[in-house]
């Protein structure tokens, strides 16, 4: 790793439990590259920044990338919120219903 860039995403947009990857990242990485979205981290990373650590959901589809460290996982749980009013608006639902059969379908 020490010869490395490694891409992340900002501390500021993760939960506490999630960030003590990059902590421990930090000791061993050349670089950290940080990006504020899981696209740009896919992005920087498929442009050749450095080894990122993305999500699943943006990743899975690039043949491009190649996972390097299969045997390492990190799990962090998301919401999925809507305000009360808009949660039965079709929009909304065929969105929240496409988001939950992506994600169950990468989960596999």
Do not use: N, W
């Not at 490395?4 to 990242?25: I, K, M, N, P, Q």
């Amino acid at each position: 790793m020490s010869e490395h860039v490694v891409v992340v995403g900002l501390e500021e947009f993760t939960s506490a439990s999630s960030r003590d990857y990059v902590v421990c990242l930090q000791k061993y990485a050349q670089r950290i590259f940080r990006c504020a979205t899981a696209t740009g981290q896919v992005e920087a990373t498929k442009a050749g920044v450095g080894i990122g650590v993305l999500h699943d959901f943006s990743a899975a589809d690039q043949d491009s990338l190649v996972r390097v460290l299969p045997q390492i996982e990190f799990r962090q749980s998301y919401f999925l919120v809507s305000h009360p009013d808009t949660a039965d608006v079709r929009r909304s639902a065929v969105c929240r219903d496409f988001l939950v059969a992506r994600f169950i379908q990468i989960e596999g």
